[in-house]
Each structure stands twice: as structure tokens, then as C-alpha cells.
């Protein structure tokens, strides 16, 4: 069981390229979630999703796209990458909870890209 | 705006000795996760607290949860090298139902020394 799969493990940009991220998982998780991480910042939300067709903005998402077409994918595009984009960038996923009932939703975090714009 | 609050940042340690990492939150929230993180990789689950009053223990940690306080707690016992790491506390963003976003706390980076 792969879980949560990301790809590229590295990259490097030029400032101005665009790029996209890929993730899948395998958990059949309606929930996916973009992460990145800064030193000092701890994770950092950009873009969430609660099912195929279905996306929102999390605390960061200003420079990055996102779409779910699948259940299994959850790509992310930089659209013109910038040095402020250098980052370790997570995917996750995690299973759905109805309203209202309290239940383990932890996530499941992918092995990270680490990204560097010059 | 759902914010949360580890500390100590930094945490040096003696084997053997006992302390306490503590997570604030500022708003109502039903679920609340322990992440462990080893330098370059990914983050490891530790532990799901989702009702108040709520313990959980993994040998060497424990940790607890008080939503009335908004406060969860690990609490590391007779600390062993093999504990360094960073551990992150992270809140679900949504009451009532989960969508699956969470916001971390900055972590408290561990290093436990001879």
C-alpha cells in the first residue's frame, strides 16, 4: 500500500517557470490538503480539497492552483514561480467525517518535494 | 482566525529527565494531532486526542487534551536519544465535521543529550 505519493521528490526552478506538483493516494481519502513548510513556521495550509470537483484557499494560497478531477489526484501548479516560493511542499490526505460526529480524521502526510526557485 | 501556540520552541534535554510540551489554541476545535518530523522527513502521527479529557500514551509519550481550556499537552518520561526530533500539534480547522485542514503549531524541536 503506497499511500501518499508525491512526485518530484526535488526541483529546481528559475524564477518565472511554472510547474506542477503531483499527488495521489491510493486510501480512497475523500479529504486532500497542501502543505508548506518553512523553517521556524511549522506547515502552512495552501489549498484544500473535500472531494473530486471540489477545492478551497487555505492560509497561503496566493501563487498556486489546484484542481481535483479524481478522487486520487490532487495536484498543485505554481503558475510563475518566485524565490519566496522555496519551500518543502506535503501533500496529505485523510478520511471524511460526517457533521457532527467526532471521528479520526488524521492525516497522512506524502514524502515531500523540496523545491528551490532561483 | 484559528491560531496555535507550541512552546517551548526548543527543547535540550537529559536522558533520563522528564518535561512538558505544551499546545494553545484560540478556538473551539473537537480534534487535535501530535506529529513527530526526523530532519528531512516526512511527518510521522502520534497521536489523536478528539474529546475533551482525552489521553493517549505511546511508550515514552503522553498526551492529553482539555478543549475547555483549548490546551493539549506531551508529556515526555524519561527521555532517550531515540526521542529527538521535531513534534508539531496541529488542530482541525473545522467544528462539528472535519474537512481535512489543519493549522500546526511552529513545533518544538527536541534534542535529547547524553
Known amino acids: 500500500n503506497a499511500g501518499v505519493t508525491q512526485t518530484p521528490k526535488f526541483q529546481v526552478l528559475k524564477t518565472g517557470q511554472s510547474m506542477t506538483l503531483q499527488c495521489a493516494q491510493d486510501m480512497n481519502h475523500e479529504y486532500m490538503s497542501w502543505y508548506r513548510q518553512d523553517p521556524g513556521m511549522g506547515l502552512r495550509l495552501i489549498h484544500y480539497?473535500?472531494?473530486?470537483?471540489?477545492?478551497d484557499q487555505g492560509e497561503v494560497p496566493n501563487g498556486y492552483n489546484v484542481s481535483r478531477s479524481t478522487t486520487e489526484d490532487f495536484p498543485l501548479r505554481l503558475l510563475s514561480a518566485a524565490p519566496s516560493q522555496t519551500s518543502v511542499y506535503f501533500c496529505a490526505s485523510s478520511y471524511s467525517s460526517p457533521g457532527g460526529v467526532v471521528m479520526n480524521t488524521e492525516a497522512f502526510f506524502g514524502q515531500g518535494t523540496r523545491l528551490t526557485v532561483v | 482566525e484559528l491560531k496555535v501556540e507550541q512552546n517551548p520552541l526548543f527543547l535540550s534535554m537529559q536522558e533520563g529527565k522528564n518535561y512538558t510540551i505544551y499546545c494553545n489554541y484560540s478556538?473551539?476545535?473537537?480534534?487535535l494531532y501530535w506529529y513527530r518530523q526526523d530532519p528531512g522527513k516526512s511527518l510521522e502521527s502520534l497521536f489523536v486526542l478528539l474529546s475533551n479529557g482525552a489521553v493517549k500514551q505511546e511508550g515514552r509519550l503522553m498526551a492529553s487534551l482539555d478543549t475547555k481550556a483549548r490546551l493539549s499537552t506531551l508529556h515526555i518520561t524519561a527521555a532517550v536519544h531515540d526521542l529527538s526530533a521535531t513534534y508539531f500539534c496541529?488542530?482541525?480547522?473545522?467544528?462539528?465535521?472535519?474537512?481535512?485542514?489543519?493549522?500546526f503549531g511552529k513545533g518544538t524541536k527536541l534534542s535529547v543529550k547524553p
Open positions: 478556538t473551539t476545535s473537537d480534534r
Open positions: 496541529a488542530v482541525d480547522l473545522n467544528y462539528g465535521g472535519s474537512q481535512g485542514n489543519l493549522i
Open positions: 480539497s473535500v472531494g473530486a470537483g471540489i477545492t
